[in-house]
């Protein structure tokens, strides 16, 4: 479900021996009035000015509230065109997805939404702030809500990354389950899973190069004890 104060819904203009066409939808804060038959400009090209209406879009932040499930995100601009399907939020984005014992919050550049797969990713500098001290990072974040799953995805370069406490792990993609506060490891494409992890004081490091799915180990080898909690 998606709230905004102002919503300009228009009609694409139908192509060459198509019969209907495409809709496009701009929504932020802002003002809309009907305008008096005189305040309308002979050589008005623009349509809503045409039909006697004036709309005066003013993006702010919080202005757009997306919905989905136990999650509640928030930005400033919506532009949905159903050329490609995809409702695109400009940020600052935050967001809030309850939970009793770990709730989560977040933010990230923007909001991009599959209208007809109704799948979420949030994109760029994106941030995971769990409540029980969880705080994970990477550019672009694939939001499951149904399913109660964070898929973050880095490059070799610059690898997700997932730290609680003393304990750190990078990978090409962290799969974050929303629900347990839990995270496992995947393998980019020419990457590595590295992991440090501080066990009685003292900081260890492991890296994998496996590329299939695993959960981190919660208590053997020795040095990975510390893992419970991934």
Known sequence: MIRVPLAVVTQQQPKEGQDGSDGRVEASAGTAR???????????????????????????????????????LRGQKLVYDETDGIARIDGPVTFRRANEKDPLTGSSERIEVNVDEETTT????????SEGGRVSRAGRVEYDDAANLARLIGTPERPAVSVKGGDTLRAGIILYDLDRNEVYAIKAEGGTITGEFVEGGSPNTTSATSSELRPLPTATPPALTSLDNF
């Open 122 to 129: 949030l994109v760029g500098n994106v941030v995971l702030n």
């Open 34 to 72: 009907f305008l008096n038959p005189d305040e309308v400009p002979p050589d008005a090209t623009d349509r809503l000015t045409r039909c006697e209406v004036q709309a005066s879009p003013k993006p702010a932040p919080d202005s757009v509230f997306v919905t989905q499930g136990k999650t509640e």
